[in-house]
């Protein structure tokens, strides 16, 4: 074999390790951002039946909106409620007293989110949320964590106890009911933000923008959204690659 020539195996595991290594490198920033001071926020709608089931676990999706919650869990009238767990959601509610009644939190215009679960009971559906940092997808689409798991018991936990619980009367007026009775992370025509592109703020949406981060405490670099590409899907396209080129 000639001086310096590497067989493609050793190439392609130095090349798996660099992934690999490249995966983990933000491995306790992401934690860090991600789970301490974790809150469960709340937001029910009605969902047609079609557009609940787009919905799937460990899925990763953009919300390319202002994304209202609620900070206050009661029962549910309507069919779907999204739960979401997250650490950087501004308490809109602290610096605009009206909206106290209604526990109003706000998640900023391109937030990421994974699916830890998808619960039914009683024919109502939680579909519930992680917020995750822009930044950590690749991390997310490999890892699940012993976090998650708890999480998730936790989720379904606060689902068997709310659902036979009367709704929030608040969170059912129509000032309410305009803000929340959406999917997260679809557009108009009920079509998902794509991962590879990232929202053009506006002029007028850049002081919420900048409002919420601050108020959320949410200005790590970390968190700057990205266009991102899965990595499974690239290995998808390199197993093709290889089987052309080796016939297996």
């Known amino acids: 074999m000639p001086s310096g020539f590497k067989p493609v195996s ?100 391109d937030s990421y989110f994974k699916v830890l679960d998808i619960y039914k009971l009683e024919g109502k559906t939680q579909i519930f949320l992680l917020h995750i940092p822009a930044k950590s997808l690749n991390f997310f689409e490999s890892v699940t964590s012993n976090w998650d798991e708890d999480f998730i018991k936790k989720a379904r936990k606060s689902f068997d106890d709310k659902i036979h619980m009367e709704p929030i009367s608040d969170l059912l007026e129509p000032f309410w009911l305009k803000r929340t009775n959406f999917p997260v992370g679809m557009d108009a025509s009920e079509r998902f933000y794509p991962l590879t592109s990232v929202s053009t703020i506006t002029k007028n949406e850049q002081p919420l923008y900048n409002g919420i981060k601050n108020l959320a405490k949410d200005n790590s670099d970390i968190n700057i959204p990205t266009p991102f590409f899965s990595r499974q899907n690239r290995k998808s396209k390199e197993r093709g690659f290889w089987k052309k080129l080796f016939g297996k």
């Not at 202002?66 to 869990?73: E, K």
């Open 10 to 109: 050793e190439k392609i595991t130095k090349l798996m390790n660099e992934i690999e290594n490249s995966l983990f490198e933000n491995n306790e920033e992401i934690t860090n951002w991600t789970y301490p001071g974790a809150t469960l926020y709340y937001k029910d709608c009605d969902l047609k039946p079609s557009v609940a089931e787009k919905f799937t676990k460990d899925q990763l999706i953009r919300n390319g909106f202002f994304l209202d919650v609620s900070a206050r869990g009661g029962g549910i009238k309507f069919n779907t409620r999204f739960l979401i767990a997250s650490a950087k959601a501004a308490k809109l509610y602290k610096v605009n007293p009206d909206n106290e009644r209604f526990g109003h939190c706000c998640l900023n215009l």
